[in-house]
């Protein structure tokens, strides 16, 4: 939506329900989501992506799976 429509719907809003009662729902949806600081969302971003490069497509199930692939240590 255009930011326009948008202050224009918050006005709407605003008229219809009153300023204090909008605030109380701004506030209740904002405490709905997690603050997290920049670091921790780029380590989870790299850790999703780094997850699904382990993943692969069963060709005849079609099902997803986990692959991890281990290198023994021959005894030396």
Sequence with gaps: MDIILLDRLYKEMTEYC??????LLNKSI???????????????GFYSSALYT???????SGKECFLLLLNEAKPV
């Design 18 to 23: 009153g300023e204090e009662r909008l605030e």
């Design 30 to 44: 904002l405490k709905q989501y997690i603050v997290v600081d920049f670091a921790n969302l780029l380590l989870q």
């Design 54 to 60: 382990f993943t692969d497509r069963d060709d005849e």
